[in-house]
């Protein structure tokens, strides 16, 4: 019995040896190759697969100098404002979240884009505590080895904006029909404030809760000082 104990626990520390040099090695390459597909993509392929569903991925990388700097500073603006400054997990914002709900608000999120962009990258939606773990690990390895000015680029070209459309590229032309460099900051502001729901909204033709929510975005930028902010990434 103690020689298989033994056994398991060499098994068990060589698999968990392999995952970490395995996931170090990929978010090392990732850091410089363009990312062309992420886990959520593939995870809506098989789900419309499973369903009988016909589901085009529509989704084309554009390095940071061809994407908006509207967008990129909406969606700061929008989705995580301290994003220069934190490691990867707002702890003020998660502090906010829960007294909120202890005081009988909705709970809330509290994700950061690099813990977004971790879990579009690299692993599948819903809520568990095994995903939340893996969340975290790969967090902290794009935060440690990652550029802050990487990590918004891979978001904005990996995040799901409607059925079958990834990145930035793609949700301009399908909304806009123009390209990723040329939004401008109402249309930036629109596609940032569908993101807690983008299979639900639609940025070309919003109702009045989106109107409010990118005019709300739009005074956050410039309460951040404008697109100069970027340069603090």
Known sequence: MREWRQQAWRVLWRTLLGFVVCSLVLVLLLR?????????????????????????????????????????????????????????????????????????????????????????????????????????????LIEALWPKQRILEVYLNIVEWDSGVFGLEAASRHYFGVAADQLSEAQASRLAAILPDPRGRDAARPGPQVERRSAWIRQQMRNLGGTGYLERL
Not at 84 to 100: I, N, Q, T, V
Request: positive net charge; glycine residues 8%; aromatic residues 12%.
């Open 32 to 140: 410089v190759v363009p990312v062309f597909g992420s886990m959520v993509m593939v995870e809506r392929k098989v789900q419309s697969w499973i369903a009988g569903e016909s589901l085009d991925i529509r989704h084309q990388w554009q390095p940071w100098q061809r994407l908006s700097d509207h967008a990129k500073l909406a969606v700061i603006a929008a989705e995580d404002q301290r994003f220069p400054l934190h490691h990867g997990f707002d702890f003020a914002e998660m502090r906010r979240a829960w007294e909120a709900s202890r005081n009988g608000g909705r709970l809330r999120g509290a994700s950061t884009i690099s813990q977004q962009t971790a879990k579009n990258l690299f692993l599948w939606t819903g809520r568990s505590w095994v995903r939340k773990g893996l969340e975290a690990w790969f967090t902290l």
